[in-house]
C-alpha cells in the first residue's frame, strides 16, 4: 500500500513510522526540516519538504499512485484542503484529515471527507476511562502502549 | 444587497467601505480584536471580532439572508474553508475566494468554488493588456459554468492573421463571438478572414484554453 501523510508532527510521524515499519509505502510532506526529526531514526520512507496542500508538491510526493492520504498538520483548514486536492482531484480512494473543530469535521463529513477531531477522540476516550467503560478504553490504550514499549525500547537500545 | 466580508486586512477594509458607500449593508468578520476595533472606529457597527471559518460565528454575521459572502483573508486554505462553510451551513447564494497563490485557482473551482479573485493574474491581465504586439488573454470565467471569456488580439506575425475562422480549428465547444476591427464591432461567421490588427473575443470551455491559443497561434 502507498500512502502519503501530509504534516510530519508527532501523530504524522507516529503513524508514518508504524506504516513503515509494517512494510508500506510511506511518503510524508512538511513545510519544516525540523519536523522530520520526529520520524523514528529507522524510518525508511521517503521525506518531501514543501507545502501539502500545493499541486506540484503533491505530486512529487506520489499522490497519483497513492492508496491512502492522511492530512495531520495542525491546521483544520490546511488539512481540509490538502485533502479535498487528494480526494477531488487525485482520486485517491482513502482520504482523512485531522479536523480538530468538532462542528466541522461533522460538517465535511457529510460532504464525503472521512474526518477525526483529536478534540471528541481523546476526550471521548478520557471520558470512557474515568467512566469505568470496560470497552472503549481497555482495548485502545493496550495497543497504544505496546507501541510505547516499543518505541522506549527502540531509544534505549539506540543509545 | 446583504454582503459578508471575511477578512478585515487591507482588502477586506477597502472592500467593505466601498460596498458600504455603494448603498449595500455590510458585515465583516475580523479576527484580530485591535483591527476588529480600528474597522468599527472607521465603518461603524459592521464588524464582528470572530473567526470566519467557524460556522456559529457566520450565522452571527446573518449568512443565512446574505446575497453573498467574500473571502479575502491572505490564507488560502482558510479562504476555501469559508466559502464552502457558507455555502454547505447557510446556503449563501454566492460565494466569492480570493486566491493568494494563483495556482488555487484551478484547485477552487475543482472544490466548487467558482468565483475566485488572484491578485497575481489580475496583475498579470493589466499588463498583458499592455502588451503592444498580438496579445491572448483570458479575460474571466463565466459564472455558473465551465466557461470562460478570451481576448485575443491578431497581430503581423499571428499565424491565424489572413485565415478564416472555419479553417482555423478551434476546439469544439468554443465560439468566437465578435471581432473589434478598426474600433467598430462586427459579426463574425465561419466566412471571416481574421485580419492583422483584428482583436477577437472567445467564449471558450475553460479546460481547452490551451487549444484555443494554440488555433489562434500556433
Do not use: W
Not at chain 1, 501530509?6 to 512538511?30: E, H, M, N, P, Y
Not at chain 1, 487525485?90 to 479536523?99: D, E, N, S
Not at chain 1, 485502545?140 to 514499549?149: G, R, V
Not at chain 2, 457566520?58 to 491572505?74: F, K, N, P, S
Amino acid at each position: 500500500m502507498n500512502v502519503v501523510i501530509v504534516g510530519c508532527g508527532r501523530v504524522g510521524a507516529f503513524l508514518a513510522g508504524l506504516l513503515d515499519s509494517g512494510g508500506q509505502k510511506v511518503t510524508i510532506v512538511d513545510l519544516e526540516r525540523v519536523a522530520f526529526a520526529h520520524l523514528p531514526q529507522t524510518f525508511n520512507g521517503t521525506t518531501i519538504l514543501g507545502d501539502g496542500s500545493d499541486l506540484d508538491v503533491l505530486r512529487q510526493s506520489g499522490i497519483e499512485s497513492a492508496d491512502a492520504f492522511l492530512a495531520l498538520t495542525e491546521g483544520d483548514n490546511r488539512n481540509l484542503m490538502a485533502a479535498q486536492v487528494a480526494k477531488e482531484i487525485f482520486g485517491v480512494k482513502q482520504v482523512m484529515a485531522k479536523v480538530n473543530d468538532p462542528i466541522r469535521a461533522r460538517i465535511y463529513r457529510d460532504h464525503g471527507i472521512m474526518t477525526f477531531s483529536r478534540t471528541t477522540i481523546l476526550g471521548t476516550l478520557l471520558h470512557a476511562m474515568l467512566t469505568g467503560n470496560k470497552e472503549i478504553g481497555p482495548k485502545l490504550m493496550a495497543l497504544a502502549n505496546s507501541y510505547e514499549d516499543e518505541m522506549a525500547g527502540m531509544d534505549l537500545a539506540e543509545r | 444587497m446583504y454582503f459578508v466580508v471575511a477578512g478585515g486586512g487591507q482588502v477586506g477594509f477597502h472592500l467593505s467601505k466601498a460596498l458600504l458607500e455603494a448603498g449595500h449593508e455590510v458585515m465583516l468578520i475580523e479576527a484580530d480584536r485591535r483591527r476588529a476595533q480600528y474597522i468599527q472606529e472607521q465603518l461603524g457597527s459592521v464588524v464582528i471580532n470572530a473567526t470566519a471559518d467557524e460556522g456559529r460565528y457566520q450565522i452571527e454575521a446573518g449568512c443565512q439572508r446574505a446575497d453573498a459572502l467574500i473571502a479575502v483573508t491572505g490564507d488560502d486554505p482558510k479562504n476555501l474553508v469559508i466559502c464552502q462553510l457558507a455555502k454547505f451551513q447557510c446556503h449563501v447564494p454566492r460565494v466569492i475566494a480570493r486566491v493568494n497563490n494563483p495556482k488555487n485557482e484551478i484547485v477552487f473551482k475543482a472544490l466548487g468554488i467558482d468565483e475566485t479573485i488572484s491578485s497575481t493574474r489580475v496583475l498579470m491581465g493589466v499588463i498583458e493588456q499592455e502588451l503592444p504586439t498580438g496579445g491572448f488573454l483570458p479575460l474571466m470565467p463565466l459564472t455558473g459554468s465551465h466557461l470562460e471569456l478570451i481576448e485575443a488580439e491578431i497581430a503581423k506575425d499571428t499565424p491565424s492573421a489572413g485565415r478564416a475562422v472555419g479553417k482555423l480549428g478551434l476546439p469544439a465547444g468554443s465560439l468566437i463571438g465578435g471581432l473589434v476591427r478598426a474600433g467598430k464591432i462586427e459579426h463574425v461567421d465561419e466566412d471571416t478572414v481574421l485580419q492583422v490588427g483584428d482583436r477577437i473575443i472567445v467564449f471558450a470551455p475553460t479546460v481547452t484554453e490551451s487549444e484555443v491559443k494554440k488555433a489562434l497561434f500556433g
